[in-house]
């Protein structure tokens, strides 16, 4: 049994919350936030604390707090020696105060409050200072999950920018299509399916080897219609910038 | 019973073969490529012809060729007065000769050789010169799937530039995250959830909505430290380029 407080009141801490519910081998014994309310629809009000000096005693302190709070609450922790863990992507393990043992327990997922969360196929990533508590992590990940990475501070900065391509920057494509499609009343639900199939493509097939369109096709009678289709200025520019972008990557001559 | 004459040899040809293949009120009558042969493992050589004069008499002939041959192909054809379509996202209907009665017949999906395709969910874009005609398009398309549109050619133009967006675009974005980890040797796998969950948010909510990271939330400090990570000059650009654009959007101070 692995006990866990576990701080913030966002939705990774609620998500998380929620998922430790399920499980018989970690017991949450007690959650903090500045409110001091309870995270989930079931859970009992004298669980929950806004005040650092009532903390219980665990096994693991999980901070699922914002990026800038970390290195804060970190310090404000009436304790020292005990296992300490953000939750956080882009913050250096090393954010969390010293006086305690130090950890990283990121799932890399995208997490919206009104949306049900299945942790079992979404990846965590896990660093540690000794041995002792990456076996601890991993063994609370697994309980969630069947997908769990040893990945330390400059990997997990490298994966944080990799995905504000493939989440941030894909959600302004599609975005940018919804837009396109609304100033010409067409329905953007007809390009649901094409946007289902261009991210499965990409667990069966190299992106590089994915690529198609005008673009890499170098038809330049097509990409010059559809700059001109484009009535808005900002969405020719992306358009001109991309298709140079692809052009380059994969030397057609411009 | 529709009888059609299917010409072309490419992605779509084949797959609309294999769907037609299974259908009891559509029988394919012939094939015809320029080399003569057979699109499927399955198909008789008698059955398929190198000769657009040996063109057997069918209710409707779809060109499944490439765009720049849709003209001169459908000029070549040696009969008048039939339904003749065509099966592109960009190219208008009346590039189709007016000899004979024009439609199009556009599944909007992106197809590779290698991947069995599963019609049902791929919308169909439909449009036709009377109403008779397309009639016969949509009970065709109603036998392969459960999606089917009206869409005019300049409809069909917005579409697909907004497919150039939420495809092309989008797995270039993929291409830049899976350059990005092999640069620093993390598993670009491990963002394969990330990409997933990305694509099934679009269903339930509006990207507008949906939009979440450093860039929309003006995060100075990440954004200036994945600008610092990125090796490549053309990363750094399309980064703060789409950075930029999601603020503007939204309203941030830059």
Known sequence: M???VLLGAGNVAQHLYTAFRNQELTKVVQCYNRKGIPIHKNQKKDTVTSDLSNLKEADLYILAISDDAIEEVSRALPFQNRLVVHTSGSVPMDAINDKNFRGVFYPL??????????FTNIPFCIEAESEKDETILKSLASQLSKKIYDINSDQRNVLH???VFVNNFTNHMFSLGNDICK???VPFEILHPLIQETAKKIIEIEPDNAQTGPAIRNDIKTIDRHIDILKNE???NIYKILTKAIQSKYGKEL
Chains 1, 2 share one sequence.
Do not use: D, L, W
């Open 2 to 4: 692995i006990t866990v």
């Open 109 to 118: 997922q995208t997490f919206s409050a009104t949306k049900e969360v299945n």
């Open 161 to 163: 920018v990799a995905a």
């Open 183 to 185: 100033e010409n009343e």
């Open 234 to 236: 900002s969405q020719k």
